[in-house]
């Protein structure tokens, strides 16, 4: 049994739903956009293994006795407070900061991911500070689509050793090597299933199909 803490945020969505398709109980937990909410919601279908709680409490109450084997996190700490007492094997903390004190927390710093569902423009999308163009170098060499990342995080999950803080970088990053810098960090190089050329095609019709819900 997971626990997704913003099972509703786009990555949220994925790691849920990639759960969910190998057969596991899912516990979301989100304080994002009601209307999103329900329109992504039809995706995980009356789901029995997806139970969606719509308030910390009712996780506290309902699931204090059992053990997650991990959490997904996407939230910030005040919207986790009240749930650090919850029994898991391991939270992985997905690139929102905070200064949670978890022995068992796994930080996971988030690449450059693109995929569907993600918040856009039909010509690229905010990262940090910087608008991305899909047709830019750095979109070329950096972007990682979000279900190879997600099929990496699976991975490490049934992984007995992970190190407390990783990076996850497509595997065409693997030769631009880190001369000069401080690694305080284990970097995965994930393999894509795809060319980004690919990718952009398959979102690029999504985008097209669903292009109200992205300029909601």
Known sequence: MYLVLGCYHWIGFHI???????????IGFDEGDAEKEDELSMFFGRNSLFTKLDNKEDIVKGYKSKKFNACFNLLDQKSVEGLLRMKVGRWFQL????KL????KIVIDLPLLFGEWMPRKKSGFIYGK???YFNSGDFKRKALYIEDF???IFQLVQSSHIPSHIQLKPFKENNQ????ERIEYQTIFVREGEHVDQRLEKIKTHYEQFHSFYDS
């Open 101 to 104: 004190n978890l022995n068992n």
């Open 177 to 180: 090597g880190h001369q000069g």
């Open 95 to 98: 690139g929102t900061p905070n």
């Open 130 to 132: 910087d608008f991305i």
């Open 150 to 152: 997600v099929d990496a």
């Open 16 to 26: 849920t739903n990639k759960l969910l398709k190998e057969g596991y109980h899912v």
